[in-house]
């Protein structure tokens, strides 16, 4: 909003063109998510400890420390989504439909985590939602938000994919893009939700992927550096950079509260709709198949689950003492700060990994 109505007044004031630079917009963008986060976190936090009660369910099944968080509250991706929402809404520039696409899955895949989490609380277990009425819903709104992307592009452009590592070499998939955008926005989404399972364990190494996906949507939104890098330039993917400093800003202002001990929970609310709009941004700047390796966490996470119910199913063994993985490891006699630590240490290393393919071509 800010970049469309003084923008175009810098010919007569100069200072106004500083908001021409996305990084000048981008650090903006952080440091309102952040300061919103702050300023409205402890009254969200006293709301959601006043509604609900005892907090959010805690798996009988899981590891004996878990209870000692018994009363702690749940949804405080709420916290996350409004300090994003406007940050990106005040900072962006409102003309670009990826902007729009992409608060479209944030919000949309938040309302479900809303409900999943509603649900969770009323009935006072940890079903929620059915798996089945997430994935219709995810699947409805995650098409809407891909042929928008895809209308969003040039026609050339929109159904193709880039490998890794090979410079200037695309796939054309024409209307198979849309199951496998779906793939990836899904997938996402719900290996997210699968590692949100310790204080702070999701939310930084969502942190760390939105910051790899900024540098990723800068370059790729430049000409000159996608050429040089040998990476497809999209126009109008640099406006993600925007959105991943909201997403950095806000998830720096939760941690805040959600640091051991957490005062709040993400809940589905936040973890699916962070999640979902990682991959629409891998979608957007056409790196879906990198975002694999940035998020290797969360695609670690949700293999040990498929593997466990697998094996479980197959031969009636667990191969894991307790999956997602986090709580094998639990299980095993790690800490909770030890396994939350290590876990955003891989994050990290996945993160330059995955950056690395930039160059590596």
């Not at 098409?143 to 929109?158: F, L, N, R, Y």
């Not at 009636?316 to 396994?339: D, Y």
């Not at 290393?349 to 160059?359: E, Q």
Request: proline share 3%; with cysteine; net charge positive.
């Amino acid at each position: 909003m800010l970049y469309n109505l003084l923008y175009p007044l810098a010919e007569d004031f100069q200072i106004f063109n500083l908001f021409r630079y996305l990084t000048f917009r981008t650090g903006g963008a952080v440091m309102t998510a952040l300061i919103i986060s702050f300023v409205i976190g402890p009254g969200m936090i006293n709301w959601l400890r006043s509604k609900q009660g005892k907090g959010q369910p805690i798996r009988a099944d899981g590891p004996e420390g878990h209870q000692s968080k018994v009363g702690t509250p749940t949804m405080g991706g709420l916290m996350i989504l409004i300090s994003v929402i406007i940050s990106t809404l005040l900072w962006a520039d409102l003309t670009n439909m990826f902007v729009w696409h992409a608060l479209l899955i944030l919000v949309g895949f938040g309302a479900i985590g809303f409900a999943d989490d509603y649900l969770k609380l009323t009935k006072r277990n940890t079903d929620g939602l059915s798996g089945r009425f997430k994935i219709v819903f995810q699947f409805l709104i995650g098409s809407a938000a891909i042929v928008g992307i895809m209308h969003a592009m040039p026609e050339s452009q929109a159904t193709t994919v880039a490998l890794p590592f090979i410079k200037n070499f695309v796939i054309d998939l024409g209307w198979f893009f849309v199951p496998f955008a779906l793939v990836v926005l899904i997938g996402s989404s719900n290996a997210v939700n699968l590692t949100d399972g310790l204080d702070g364990l999701a939310i930084v190494p969502v942190a760390i992927a939105a910051a790899s996906f900024g540098l990723i949507a800068y370059l790729s939104g430049n000409i000159k550096f996608a050429d040089y890098l040998g990476i497809q330039y999209v126009l109008g993917a640099g406006e993600m950079t925007i959105l991943c400093g909201a997403l950095i800003g806000g998830a720096m202002g939760f941690l805040w509260f959600n640091a051991p001990p957490a005062a709040v929970f993400m809940g589905d609310t936040g973890s699916l709709a962070l999640g979902g709009v990682l991959g629409a941004i891998a979608v957007i700047t056409k790196h879906e198949i990198v975002l694999s390796i940035i998020g290797g966490l969360f695609v670690m996470e949700a293999v040990s689950v498929i593997v466990q119910v697998a094996s479980f199913k197959l031969t009636g063994k667990r191969v894991f003492r307790m999956a997602p993985i986090h709580h094998h490891f639990e299980k095993k006699g790690w800490s909770e700060s030890t396994v939350v630590v290590r876990f955003w240490i891989i994050a990290v290393i996945l993160a330059m990994v995955g950056l690395s393919t930039l160059k590596l071509r």
